[in-house]
DNA sequence: ACCTGAACACCGTTCAAGT
DNA sequence: ACCTGAACACCGTTCAAGT
């Protein structure tokens, strides 16, 4: 059981719905009814376990809106009482948490981001279809991944994920970037790769929820021991640049413009 | 009174916060009973109009965080019980968009946008600043401006007024863009912006709500007569070009990040 | 060990009733 | 004309009680 920062001030994050939710024939089951609705998970067996929870979660979102998943509903999916699944789950907050450990971890899978890329353009390029692959997959839930404060709430923007970081780092210093400027890159980088997909997604009806506040006392202090690289570039990381960056690509955007002009 | 598009599949938002909803010292005063609080409107009267209520509702978006906006604080806030705020709003959704229009005018205002520029960089970066200001004064609603469905929902991503995109187009036309260069520029201009931006408001906590599906059936046609650029392009605007766009900017930024290599 | 019923403090919204 | 009380159908979450 991992220790979780939450609470202290964990503010739960619900929408109600009136009596206007639509419920588009969902792909679970047409019973009305509170019938509990046993059939839904892996397959594997009667037994809950967190895993199973989070599952259906995410299917519940994706098949949904996120405002659909709500403790009854997902119990009603997995044939239990809402009141159950607090034996897996924390919180509303922490069932969101992890629903999205879940999805990234889909990406560490993924053959296409993985394979070792010899040039950088190469490395980002697949990085970058890879995050996009999720966003679209998971158009409900990508709010929640690039807006949640990840394990190391420090870094701006966030890439949610230290592994990522890490290795982002990692492979650029090997092809001779300088710290500086594996630290201007990574900005430039997750912000337009997160600002760009955000809106993508947004546009499809999706919805960030409120994101817990980075309140920096109860930055769980993560060892990064294991990551010698975002250890040693902590300090430039957590520097706030938005507004220079919005400059620079502003004014990069211009000049790309200026090409445009009196061309077909 | 406007015509509102409402309904038929309007769905109530709300988030609903447990016990643990943190009331950091509001500015309104400080009794935590249910005493009535007068004294918080425009000063010009008791009369309550529509005006006053968005404007509270802004006001405590602002000092708050959205989910913190109910219905039933709202009329407290008013001196008020939660059910007559429903004389001067349809729905809490109702709400929320007369908020985006009430700060979207302040836009209009703003003479930093409005001096009348001579080359079209300068007026698109009065332009971006401008919007970038409104974010920043209100990030908590920004997520809202940014994505709910603008009076022309065909647009993507949206822009929000329509006299803004009318200026836009007008603006870039006259200073010899071609049809498809100002409608490719708007394109990346205004992903640039609102990515960018929701991304930034994001980092400090904002939320954003979920956006009314841009349900094509009521779209409430609109009347683009006084827009006639708008009109023209209508159709070369509503097509969804998020895939190249994507790539585009990618391979951009890939060609800016080389220039960082092996240098400081 | 796992689940549940009943309860609590909240939501948006409706509606008949008050002034 | 404007406001309200009471009610309805929902929330997350707690807790003592069941098996």
């Not at 990381?237 to 620079?248: K, V």
């Amino acid at each position: 059981v991992t220790a979780r920062s939450s609470d202290g001030g964990a503010i739960p994050r619900v929408r109600q719905a009136g009596s206007a939710l639509p419920d588009p024939d969902t792909p679970e089951g047409l019973g009305s009814a509170a019938a509990p609705n046993p059939s839904v998970d892996g397959g594997t067996g009667g037994g809950l376990d967190r895993r199973k929870v989070l599952q259906a979660a995410v299917s519940l979102v994706d098949h949904h809106e996120l405002r659909y998943l709500t403790m009854r509903r997902l119990g009603q999916q997995l044939g239990v009482e809402a009141m159950s699944l607090y034996h897996y789950v924390y919180s509303r907050e922490d069932l969101l948490d992890g629903m999205v450990e879940l999805v990234i971890d889909d990406l560490y899978g993924d053959p296409e981001v993985h394979l070792t890329a010899d040039d950088w353009q190469e490395y980002l390029q697949r990085l970058a279809h890879g995050v996009r692959r999720i966003a679209l997959a998971h158009p409900q839930l990508f709010p929640l991944i690039a807006t949640r404060p990840p394990a190391a709430p420090w870094v701006r923007p966030p890439l949610r994920s230290l592994r990522w970081m890490e290795s982002f780092l990692e492979t650029l210093h090997q092809c001779g970037f300088s710290d500086p400027a594996a630290v201007s890159a990574y900005r430039s980088f997750s912000s337009f790769l997160l600002g760009q997909l955000l809106l993508e997604v947004s546009a499809q009806g999706a919805d960030i929820g409120p994101i817990e506040q980075a309140n920096p006392d109860d930055a769980p202090q993560t060892d990064l021991t294991e990551y010698p690289r975002l250890k040693k570039l902590e300090h430039e990381l957590s520097q706030d640049h938005s507004a220079q960056e919005f400059e620079e690509t502003l004014e990069t955007l211009l000049v790309r413009l200026e090409r445009l002009v009196g061309r077909p």
